[in-house]
C-alpha cells in the first residue's frame, strides 16, 4: 500500500511500492506500516500493485496540525473524491486488452462513468446554508481522467495544493490531473446573486461541478463502445463527461432549479489559471523560502510505441519498466526489467549489495554543464546523496501525463504552456509532488535528493505505469547504509512468503 505524498524521511521500506520498496502481502497476508504522518495535508492511500486501486483499493489520508493557516476561514470540512468508474475487473479484463496486439494504438480503457465519494452523478448532497464557509478537499483518485472543478456563482479560494500551501488563489474554475489534490475554501456569501431565492434563477441548491476533459480521451469518447464490450443496442450507458454534485442551501436536499446546460455568470475578481498546475499560485510564508540552484541534470524523452512483440507500451528514454523480483508470480510477460540478478526489491539490493548495483554514475553530456543523471538501461536512475536535480520531462505523446515522484515533493519551474513561470517566480516556485505533463508538450521540475531510497517516478495514469511509463531513482546506497538502514524480519518475512 502506498501513501500517496508522504516523504517516508528514514523510513524508505514504508513506502509501499513493490518491487522498489517491498515485496507484496500475500493474499490473507498481513503487514503493519509504521511511518511518520509527514508532511501535514491532503493525502490519499492506494494499492502500488498492478492495477490494483482502479478496482477500488484506495482512500483518503488527512494529516492535521494542531491550527491550520487559514482556519478562520472556513467552519466545515468536505471531502471530494473523485475517480473513475469501470465496469469491468482492471486486470482481469481490461489491461489484458489494453496491453495486447489486438490494441496497437495504445488506447486507454475508457471509464464507464465517474464516481465521487462513491456516489454517481446528481446523488451526493453536500449540505450547506446560505452563509456557509467551507472547505473542500479534492483528490483525484482515477485511472485517466482529468477534471475541470467549479462551483456556480461562488469563487473558488484555493489554500492547499498537493499538501503545499499557498497563498489564497482565487478562481472560478481549476483542473485537477490524477492523483493530484487541490484545497479551496468557498463562502457562501459570495454566492452570485443570480442564484438568490429573488435572483434570475431562484434555487435552493446550485451545482458543484466536474468537468471531465473530454479532450485527452484518445476517442470520442461521448460515443464509444469499447471492443472489449459486447454491445446491446440501444446501449444504453455512454459516458456522461459532466459530473454534478449538489451543494443544498437548505435542508430540503432538492436538485438546483435551474439547467445545468444554463449559462454560468462570469465571477468578478477571480483568476483563470493560464496552465493546469497553477503555478501563479504562490506558496504560503514564502520568507525563508529557498530554493537552491540545480547540481544535476536529467532530460527524460516521454513516448508511446510497439514493443516487438506489437504491443503498445510507454517508454522513458527508451526503456519500458517492468519489475521482476516479486512480480514474477503475477506477470508473465516480462519486456525488460530490474536488473534480474536477485529476484529481490531494489530498496533490498541497495542494502545488501551497494557497491556491485552496476548503475552508472552522473557525467557531463551534451545539452547541459551540470551533470547528467544516467540510468543503467533498465530504467533506474542512481542519485547521489544531496543532488538538486533539475528534471526537464519531454512529451512526445499528444495525451497529458501526471507524474508523480515518490518520497520527496518537487518545485515546478516551468511547463509548455506557461514558460514564463521560470522567470516569473523564480525564488517562489509551488511545490508538489505530482505534476501535469502538457500533451506534446514540457514540464521541468527540480527536487532534493536528501532522503536515501528506491523512489519511483512514473506517470499516474494506472494504464500508463501498466505500460512501463515508469522509472526509480536510486538514491543514494551509500547514504542509506550510513544512516543505519537494515532490512527489517518482517520485510523478509513478506519476501519470502509471495
Ligand atoms: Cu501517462
Same mark, same amino acid.
Given at each position: ?70 482556519? @478562520? ?15 469491468? #475487473?482492471?486486470?482481469? /479484463? ?10 496497437? @494504438? ?15 452523478? /446528481? ?19 482515477? %485511472? ?9 456563482? !461562488? ?31 468557498? @463562502? ?60 443544498? !442551501? ?6 438546483? #432549479? ?13 483568476? =483563470? ?13 514564502? %520568507? ?14 516521454? /513516448? ?24 514474477? /508470480? ?20 541497495? #542494502? ?23 540510468? @543503467? ?14 528534471? !526537464? ?72 505505469? #501498466? ?12 547514504? =542509506? ?18
Amino acid at each position: 500500500m502506498h501513501w500517496h505524498g508522504l516523504y517516508q524521511i528514514g523510513t524508505p521500506d514504508m513506502d509501499g511500492a513493490v518491487g522498489a520498496t517491498q515485496c507484496a502481502i500475500a493474499a490473507g497476508g498481513n503487514f503493519t506500516y509504521i511511518f511518520k504522518a509527514d508532511p501535514p495535508g491532503t493525502a490519499w492511500y492506494h494499492g502500488h500493485m498492478l492495477e490494483q486501486y482502479t478496482d477500488g483499493l484506495f482512500g483518503l489520508l488527512i494529516i492535521r496540525r494542531q491550527s491550520e493557516p487559514y482556519q @478562520d476561514k472556513y467552519d466545515t470540512e468536505q471531502v471530494l473524491m473523485v475517480s473513475d468508474w469501470y465496469n469491468f #475487473a482492471a486486470r482481469a /479484463k481490461l489491461t489484458a486488452w489494453y496491453l495486447s496486439t489486438n490494441n496497437p @494504438d495504445g488506447i486507454e480503457p475508457l471509464p464507464d462513468a465517474i464516481v465521487i465519494n462513491g456516489k454517481f452523478t /446528481k446523488s451526493l448532497f453536500i449540505p450547506a446554508s446560505r452563509t456557509s464557509r467551507i472547505r473542500f478537499r479534492v483528490i483525484n483518485a482515477a %485511472s485517466l481522467s482529468m477534471y475541470n472543478v467549479s462551483i456556480d456563482g !461562488l469563487p473558488l479560494h484555493i489554500i492547499e495544493l498537493d499538501q503545499q500551501d499557498t497563498v489564497p488563489y482565487n478562481v472560478s474554475s481549476f483542473v485537477i490531473n490524477v492523483a493530484q489534490r487541490v484545497s479551496f475554501y468557498v @463562502d457562501l456569501r459570495e454566492l452570485d446573486p443570480m442564484y438568490s431565492q429573488s435572483g434570475m434563477s431562484p434555487t435552493n441548491s446550485i451545482f458543484i461541478r466536474f468537468q471531465a476533459m473530454t479532450n485527452m480521451y484518445p476517442v470520442d469518447i461521448l460515443h464509444y463502445i469499447p471492443p472489449y464490450v459486447i454491445p446491446r443496442f440501444p446501449y444504453p450507458t455512454f459516458f456522461n463527461s459532466l459530473y454534478l454534485a449538489i451543494l443544498s !442551501l437548505d435542508s430540503t436536499n432538492s436538485t438546483p #432549479a435551474y439547467e445545468p446546460r444554463d449559462l454560468i455568470p462570469v465571477l468578478p475578481s477571480v483568476n =483563470l489559471p493560464s496552465d493546469t498546475n497553477m503555478l501563479a499560485a504562490r506558496p504560503f510564508n514564502q %520568507s525563508g523560502y529557498m530554493i537552491p540552484d540545480a547540481t544535476y541534470y536529467l532530460n527524460l524523452l516521454v /513516448k508511446f510505441d510497439l514493443d516487438n512483440t506489437g504491443i503498445n507500451r510507454g517508454y522513458i528514454n527508451d526503456v519500458t519498466y517492468a519489475f521482476q523480483g516479486n512480480y514474477t /508470480k503475477v506477470r508473465a510477460n516480462l519486456i525488460v526489467g530490474i536488473k534480474p540478478v536477485r529476484k529481490e526489491p531494489l530498496l533490498h539490493q541497495m #542494502a545488501t549489495r551497494p557497491n556491485t548495483l552496476g548503475l552508472p554514475s552522473p557525467r557531463i553530456q551534451a545539452g547541459s554543464s551540470l551533470p547528467t543523471i544516467q540510468n @543503467d538501461g533498465f530504467g533506474n536512475y542512481f542519485v547521489p546523496y544531496g543532488a538538486i536535480v533539475d528534471i !526537464l520531462i519531454n512529451n512526445t505523446d499528444a495525451g497529458e501525463h501526471p507524474f508523480h515522484l515518490h518520497g520527496a515533493s518537487f518545485w515546478v519551474i516551468s511547463t509548455s504552456e506557461y514558460p514564463e513561470a521560470e522567470t516569473l517566480y523564480r525564488q517562489a516556485y509551488i511545490k508538489r509532488d505530482v505534476v501535469s505533463v502538457p500533451a506534446s508538450g514540457w514540464a521541468k521540475i527540480r527536487f532534493v535528493a536528501d532522503n536515501p531510497g528506491a523512489w519511483m517516478f512514473h506517470c499516474h495514469i494506472e494504464w500508463h505505469m #501498466a505500460a512501463g511509463l515508469m522509472l526509480t531513482f536510486i538514491v543514494s546506497p551509500t547514504q =542509506l547504509l550510513a544512516q543505519g538502514f537494515t532490512i527489517s524480519n518482517r520485510q523478509l518475512d513478506l519476501c519470502s512468503t509471495v
